[in-house]
Each structure stands twice: as C-alpha cells, then as structure tokens.
C-alpha cells in the first residue's frame, strides 16, 4: 500500500517533532526513547484515512491522529510493566532500562500528552473527541484487566475472549477512524458505520495474529513461532480447540501443556489444531468479522472511490503474513 | 470553618454516587474502596469557592469539582505504589489490598474518569477547563518525578525543593480554583490571581507539614512525630538546617541521621533544629508564600465580601495544629 508508506514517513518526522521538556530527564527522557522505537503507525494513519474518507486533509487531523498514537504508546509502556515483558521491538522496555516507577510515572504523563494533542484541536469538536476518547480510554483499560484475569482462570469462554480482543484492541482503531470523521463532520450515522468498521477490521486482525502465531511461515514471521501455545496462552485458536475437541483429542490437548519439549509441543499441537478443526473455525471467526466491517463500510455515505484507501488498508491486513 | 463542612457533606455525596461499571470487578472494585477512603476533600472545595468567588452557584461546577477530586486520588493510587506505602488513611493501599497490577490499571482508569467528569461541564469552556487541568496533570507528574529522584541526591537546593512542592501539591490547589473561576467566566487578570492565591497557600501549607512533622503537639497530631526525621527524609526544615548549621552543628546532624535511639534521634534534631534557627526560616518562607496569596486574593477584582470564604480557608490552613 503506497499510501500507508507515504502517511508513515509523514508520521514519523511529526512524532520526532513532539516536544517534551528537558527535565526532569528521568520523566521525559523515557517518552523520547520510546516513541522512536517505530511500529507500523497504523492508528494514526486511520484517523488521517476517517478524515480523507469525508473529504477532509489529513493536516486538519493531525493533532487528534498523535493523540491516539501516543494513547497507544502509554498503554504499551503500562502493559510492559504488567506482563513483565522484556523487549518491544527488540529493544528494552521502559521499566527494565530505567525502572518500574519511572514506567509509571512516565506512562502518566505521557497520558496527559495524549490529551493535550487532541485538546490542539478545533474547540468546536472537543466536545465529541473528548466523548469518544475517554470512552474508547476506558475501554481500553478494561480489556486489559479481563486479559490479566483471563490468566487465572480455565473458563473463559469464546465470546469472553473476543470481547477482550475488541475491548483491549479493536475499539481504538474504531476510535481512530471516528474521531478523522468528528473532524470531517460526518454524520452520526456515517462516523457509527466507520467506527464498526474499525472495530471489526480490528477484531478480524487479532484473530489473524492468533492464528499466525502458529500457523506463519517461519522465514516471514517477524517472532518465534508458536509463542502462544509454548507459554499455554489462551487464544481463540486454543479457546475454539478446547471446545470442538472430542474426549481423546481434550486429553491430548491436555498432555501437550506440560510436553518439556518446545519444537515437539509447536509442531503436535499445530497438526492437533488442525485435525480439531479450530484453525478453520478461527478462520470463520475471522471472515465473520471481516464481512461485518466491509458492510459497515459499504453502508457510509460516500462516493465508493473515496472508500479505496480503507478497503486496501482491509485488504492488506488481512492477507498479511507477519 | 462552617462552609467546609457544609461542602464536604455535599462532595462525600457526590463522590458516593460516581457509578463505576461493576466487571471487571478487578478494575473497578479498588476504585470503589479508594474513593470512599475520605480525605478532606479540600480541593472540589476549592473549585467551588473558585466559583462562588465570581457569584457562580457550586452546582454549576460540580463535575469540575469532581474532576480535581478524582484526579487527585488516581495520583494517590500511583503514588502509592511508588512510595511502597502499605497504607492510605488507615487502610490498605491498592497494591497491598489487590496487586500492582491491578492499581497501575485502576489508577489509569481514574485518570480517564477525571477527564470524563470535566467534560460533562458546557462545551464552551472545555478547551479552557482542559488546558489548565492537562498542565496541572503534568506539573504533578513532574513534581511526584523530581521527589523520588531527590531521594539519590545529597546536593537539594531549598529552590529545588520549593519546587518539587510547588509541582507536586500546589498547582493542583491553584488549579482548582481557576477551573472554577473559569466555568464562572472571571478575567483572564482574576483567575491567573486566584492561581496565585491557591498555588502559593498551597506551599505554605506544604512547609507547614514539614514543621508540623516535628513540631506539632503528639496529642493532636494525627500522625507520628517526629516521621521525617526518623527516615530522614529531606524536608525543608532539614534542608534549611544544613545550610545553616555551622560546622559543629553540621557534624551533630550528620551523627543524629545514624542514631538508633528514635526517640533521641527526633528529640535532639527538634533541638538542634531550634537552636540552628531552621524552624525560624521554615516560618520566615512559609509567611512569605501565605503573603504572596493574600495580596494575590486582594488584587482580585470581586467585592471583599465575596472573598471572605476564601480568606477564612487560607486562615484555617495557616493555623492547623495537625
């Protein structure tokens, strides 16, 4: 997508530019790090694609685009601390280079960014962006917390699941899109269709990063494959296992939790995933949720060509190998 | 002082009625418990008196009001995990009664809540409301950064400390009062004057703690006294007795920082303190900043009679025994 490119680089030199004060170092020094570190860009460039869809210049958004890029990153910074991750994009985390209140504190106020951007916004629009973004805010925060307590417990049911995914994930690309179309003045029956096509676009690609976790082309995928099943994840791959499972397959399901043997657990659990039928039935999943953000696009009220950029973006998220 | 009272009844009401969502309970659950834990709710006072100043009823700033309050405890909450504080007001603090985890998340959501409240006041005012609260949320941030990094250091000056106190507690006070001046349209003159008024009493009132910690008559002094001196803890006092001290009595303070007898150890600091003229100093400061607020109240361009709440609360603080 040439498009998505062009927006990136446009992106990137904007997000370099964000201006955070010297001191004190330890506060400002972690948000210069991390807002470098890349990433494909991609909600941002939806709230730039939600204002062109309406015929709007990306500029005229562009304050309220870094503002979801920079909710984003504050909630990488927090999740790391959270999931004791190590790395994010191959480069140290904020709490394990400097350290656990930093991360905290740093994440705060890189919040409080996120809202000073979008307050740059025409005042006549605050109104709406402020409602749509602290919805989507506090959403955001919910999915993570039903992620965490999803961990320690073995009943978590398919619909819980893709109510996380839409909840920690999904809803802020919905979020993105809508507020480019709060900007554009769309019709509130325009920026709902958007938004759902967002939100289910979004859910279509979680259920892709499921199933690509295990099922990518080694020499593609960008991470090891098949993290989920080695660390017992629960995914919908897995979810939708456990439940299309006969007796025998579930106790072999079961075995293979505690196999000592990684390369041996990956490669059995792939082949037991299949002969279930989950990858299939994740790929229905999937589809279902694709069709459904494709219908919400189609029913905004706009000339089809300006829809081209939005079902490349869908086109190139959903046959992506990595 | 009646109107206090009066206030705080009305605020212990409204907050009781702040509706959380019930799941996920993990979330939301902590935020109940914290918001019921009390607290003189002195700064929703604040943005009604802000208000009441220019002849706006408080009603007319609630959410405001409730947003300075809500605020202030989603800074607790982090703070707290921070601090390794195990309890607040008596009671478990979030992180010891749930986890980490869940008071990073909690405390993220009660951001978010904070901004929800101030956008319910009109539209017409948000872009100011929102202006003066994000600076004051990152002023806290950076005020709470500049406290733990002086924890390392040995070279605090007395500017530096006045100004960790200034970020940390103080603008949130003048912030408080502006938001309401601001719903109540006063000049842009009067409410950067009621800034002052808030920002200033608030440093005096932050000095005050300092002497109060080891000053303060144990029977009504709800804490221990005597605390600061006994962590060592870099206070005013404590810094205003290093420069001061002459070279004996600067020997004498550093012997007292490793004595294990605690009841000593607080006794002799309040005498070496007294003797080194810091109590005295701490006092001269103190009175300066509670100067700089009343001629900052008195420049404000409102009939006197409508600063007599204002001037008994300023009063109030200034002449606490705990």
Redesign the interface.
């Given at each position: 997508m040439q498009d998505l490119a062009v927006y990136s680089i446009l992106l990137e030199k904007e997000i370099a530019q964000i201006d955070f004060?010297k001191?004190?170092s330890?506060?400002y020094d972690p948000l210069r790090y991390f807002m470098q570190l890349g990433g494909k860009r991609m909600r941002p460039v939806l709230t730039f694609l939600g204002a062109e869809l309406f015929g709007l210049k990306k500029e005229e958004v562009l304050n309220a685009a870094l503002s979801v890029e920079v909710f984003h990153n504050f909630t990488l910074i927090?999740d790391d601390?959270?999931d004791e991750a190590p790395l994010r994009r191959a480069k140290e985390t904020v709490h394990t280079k400097w350290n656990?209140?930093?991360a905290?504190?740093s994440g705060?106020?890189l919040?409080?960014?996120a809202?000073?951007l979008l307050?740059k916004q025409d005042?006549k629009h605050?109104?709406e962006l402020?409602?749509v973004f602290?919805r989507t805010?506090?959403e955001v925060?919910?999915g993570?917390?039903?992620d965490?307590?999803f961990e320690s417990r073995s009943d978590v049911s398919i619909d819980e699941y893709v109510e996380m995914i839409r909840l920690k994930t999904s809803v802020l690309l919905g979020c993105a899109l809508e507020l480019g179309a709060i900007v554009a003045e769309a019709s509130t029956e325009d920026r709902q269709h958007l938004y759902d096509f967002g939100q289910h676009l979004g859910i279509a690609f979680q259920i892709q990063d499921d199933i690509l976790d295990l099922y990518a082309d080694p020499e593609k995928f960008g991470k090891q494959v098949g993290g989920d099943v080695i660390s017992n994840k629960k995914t919908l791959l897995n979810l939708k296992a456990k439940e299309l499972a006969n007796p025998v397959q579930r106790e072999l399901l079961s075995q293979l939790e505690t196999e000592q043997d990684l390369i041996l657990k990956v490669s059995k659990t792939r082949d037991l995933f299949s002969d279930i039928g989950a990858r299939e039935a994740c790929e229905v999943e999937m589809q279902k949720h694709y069709d459904f953000a494709m219908n919400s696009l189609k029913q905004i009220n706009v000339a089809d060509q300006n829809k081209l950029s939005l079902i490349a973006l869908a086109d190139f998220v959903m046959q992506r190998d990595n």
């Open positions: 004060p001191t004190p330890n506060l927090h601390i959270m656990h209140n930093i905290i504190l705060d106020v919040f409080v960014k809202y000073q307050a005042p605050l109104a402020l409602h602290n805010a506090q925060c919910e993570q917390q039903m965490m307590d």
